[in-house]
Nanobody
């Protein structure tokens, strides 16, 4: 499956953005999906994930209550609604897919830049 992330941009602290990740070339509903991010000079880190049917969504502690991940299998798309953004949320955000729930993410999108200014 090929993944295309979009929706990044520049916002002020407290603002919102919604990221999208569109899948193609595979049966999207068969994949568990995740969002990750990587800030300059830092390791890539997990942000959120959801299972094939959209249940069992999990979040990193630092985004709980602020970010919401959802998916629309009819549109082959997952979303990351980001509210109450902080400067420390500045990073390149990547979507990823895997076919086995307990396995590694096999497919990665190209990333979309999110910049939050104070």
């Amino acid at each position: 499956v090929q993944l295309q992330a979009s929706g990044g941009g520049s916002v002020q602290a407290g603002g919102s953005l919604r990221l999208s990740c569109a899948g193609s070339g595979g049966t999207f509903r068969n994949y568990h999906m995740g969002w990750f991010r990587q800030a300059p000079g830092k390791e890539r880190e997990f942000v959120a994930s959801t299972s094939r049917g959209g249940s069992g969504t999990q979040y990193a502690d630092f985004v709980k209550g602020r970010f919401t991940m959802s998916r629309d299998n009819a549109k082959n798309t997952v979303y990351l609604q980001m509210n109450s953004l902080k400067p420390e949320d500045t990073a390149v955000y990547y979507c990823a897919a895997k076919s086995i729930l307990t396995g590694p993410y096999n497919y990665w999108g190209q990333g979309t830049q999110v910049t939050v200014s104070s």
